[in-house]
């Protein structure tokens, strides 16, 4: 591996079967990326955070996509049951109806990984809840209020 220091990037040399390698620059000419550099990072990002998961007590950030059917309601209250359940957790929800009596709801969340993933275990169990699922960065939310050093009343 050889680091450039001006621009703190590092280089590294990577051997792969040319069928692989036909199938990622396929896919780097789809999304319109200029290198394959570009694609290759954001892959071991997303496998950095998968495996981040994993680990006890890191603490992330990331969205949990959810697709259910509406059912009269009970789905949803069931949802946002659980979201309460989680509160410290779940910072954000947006819903949208879907078509054939589907909803799509996305939820921001950040926490310990042990709860993101209890969180999602949750909700997985709700009836009526057909896909879901967890995607993590290790880059966290900035804190939403200062604290205080030293509060005094008067």
């Known amino acids: 591996?050889?680091?450039?220091?001006?621009?703190?990037?590092?280089r590294l040399s990577v051997s792969l079967p040319a069928e692989l390698l036909g199938?990622?620059?396929?896919?780097?000419?789809?999304?319109?990326l200029p290198s394959r550099s570009q694609m290759i990072a954001e892959l071991i990002r997303h496998e950095l955070a998968e495996h981040s998961?994993?680990?006890?007590g890191a603490v992330l950030a990331g969205t949990i996509t959810l697709i259910y059917r509406a059912e009269r309601?009970?789905?949803r209250q069931a949802l946002a049951q659980t979201q309460c359940e989680f509160l410290m957790e779940v910072i954000s929800s947006q819903h949208v109806f879907l078509?054939?009596?589907?909803?799509?709801?996305?939820?921001?969340?950040q926490g310990p990984s042990e709860r993101l993933q209890a969180l999602c275990d949750?909700?997985?169990k709700i009836r009526g809840v057909r896909q879901i699922r967890l995607v993590t960065?290790?880059?966290?939310?900035p804190p939403l209020h200062a604290q205080p050093m030293d509060r005094k009343t008067t």
């Open 99 to 109: 078509e054939e009596d589907q909803s799509l709801e996305v939820l921001l969340v």
């Open 73 to 75: 309601g009970r789905v």
């Open 122 to 124: 949750q909700l997985r």
């Open 23 to 32: 199938r990622l620059d396929a896919m780097v000419a789809e999304r319109g």
């Open 1 to 10: 591996m050889v680091t450039d220091t001006s621009s703190q990037l590092a």
């Open 137 to 141: 960065t290790t880059a966290l939310l």
């Open 53 to 56: 998961e994993g680990v006890p």
